[in-house]
T-cell receptor
Framework: KAGVTQTPRYLIKTRGQQVTLSCSPISGHRSVSWYQQTPGQGLQFLFE???????NKGNFPGRFSGRQFSNSRSEMNVSTLELGDSALYLCASSSLSRTLNTEAFFGQGTRLTVV | EDKVVQSPLSLVVHEGDTVTLNCSYEVTNFRSLLWYKQEKKAPTFLFML????IEKKSGRLSSILDKKELSSILNITATQTGDSAIYLCAVEIVETSGSRLTFGEGTQLTVNP
């Protein structure tokens, strides 16, 4: 069974640009969550998508957005990039349902550097 | 505000030592507690704990959840250099429309030969 796939693995952008990151979950998983990991802040929750709907959102500005497609693949977009957006962006998938606890599996992440 | 605190933040041991990593939490709607190992990029899943007092075990690693004390420990016995990694504790929090993981800062474990 293929794991969670994130593309691209590395990205360098300049301030003010926008970026789109992609995540393909494990086959059969319908929940996709995004996290930002920085040395100072650790792993912080961005948002969660389930069946093409954003179910939950963390405390990030509106420049961070996402969407999920009918095949459960998800994209995350960051507009008007700032230096502080440099981070490892991790995507996690799970077959989460409301009544069944299931663990989340992470992709390798996209390392975004803003210069 | 939901909070997950791990201790120690870093730990250096010798091969063969036994280590205990701690995780405590203060959250609103607890669903489960998860441990992950992060070596380079992707955190890899270790354990998920939902019931208090039940020990989950996998080889030299084990973990217990104490819901009364709002904490969990991760034990690693007979450590090896390959155990060197960041160990992340996360609590799954249920909200009205979904759930999310809140992570601790992690414990950086270094196992020296």
């Amino acid at each position: 069974k293929a794991g969670v796939t994130q593309t691209p693995r590395y990205l360098i952008k300049t301030r003010g640009q926008q970026v789109t990151l992609s995540c393909s979950p494990i086959s059969g998983h319908r929940s996709v969550s995004w996290y930002q990991q920085t040395p100072g802040q650790g792993l912080q929750f961005l948002f969660e998508y389930f069946s093409e709907t954003q179910r939950n959102k963390g405390n990030f500005p509106g420049r961070f957005s996402g969407r999920q497609f009918s095949n459960s693949r998800s994209e995350m977009n960051v507009s008007t990039l700032e230096l502080g957006d440099s981070a490892l962006y991790l995507c996690a998938s799970s077959s989460l349902s409301r009544t069944l606890n299931t663990e989340a599996f992470f992709g390798q992440g996209t390392r975004l550097t803003v210069v | 505000e939901d909070k997950v605190v791990q201790s120690p933040l870093s730990l250096v041991v010798h091969e063969g030592d036994t280590v205990t990593l701690n995780c405590s939490y203060e959250v609103t709607n607890f669903r489960s507690l998860l441990w992950y190992k992060q070596e380079k990029k992707a955190p890899t899943f270790l354990f998920m704990l939902t019931s208090s007092g039940i020990e989950k075990k996998s080889g030299r690693l084990s973990s217990i959840l104490d819901k009364k004390e709002l904490s969990s420990i991760l034990n690693i016995t007979a450590t090896q250099t390959g155990d060197s990694a960041i160990y992340l504790c996360a609590v799954e929090i249920v909200e009205t429309s979904g759930s999310r993981l809140t992570f601790g800062e992690g414990t950086q474990l270094t196992v020296n030969p």
